[in-house]
């Protein structure tokens, strides 16, 4: 019988944890891709020169700034959400929307910018990849050569 009622515990503190989770994730104030898969994949086989410059002109825009303003905007939205939930006015709340808004496009420009960035780094035959990945006409199962 403790064994039953160890198990139904488990299970409903699994259930729990991922509802948690769920709540963990914040979005883009709009969707911009970015194409960490490829590049993680070795579809685009970048140079060294390349290489570096992801990591002078994109990981540094991704990591130290975009990263920190969604972590910003994740807490105000906590922020926010709890005070909805408490009944507050728009008036009250309103302020505080207003700069969720802001940071969310302050973050938004900065991923485009890393985007453009990376764009920038890749040759022709790289950036054809990368536009049929968007098209969804790219497997990840293979490496392919773009030197």
């Not at 975009?66 to 922020?79: F, G, I, S, W």
């Amino acid at each position: 019988m403790k064994r039953v009622a160890l198990i139904i515990m488990v299970l409903t503190l699994g259930l729990f944890a991922q509802t948690k989770n769920n709540n963990l994730i914040i979005h883009d104030l709009l969707q911009v891709e970015m194409p960490g898969k490829l590049v993680k994949s070795g579809k685009f086989e970048l140079s060294v020169d390349q290489k570096q410059q992801l990591m002078q002109k994109v990981k540094p825009i991704m990591h130290e700034k975009y990263n920190v303003k969604m972590q910003e905007a994740y807490v105000l939205e906590k922020k926010i959400q709890r005070a909805i939930k408490k009944g507050k006015s728009i008036q009250e709340i309103e302020s505080d929307v207003a700069k969720l808004a802001e940071i969310k496009k302050e973050a938004t420009l900065l991923k485009i910018t890393a985007r453009n960035n990376l764009y920038n780094i890749l040759n022709d035959k790289q950036r054809v990849i990368w536009e049929e990945y968007e098209k969804g006409n790219v497997k990840m199962s293979s490496k392919s050569s773009c030197k």
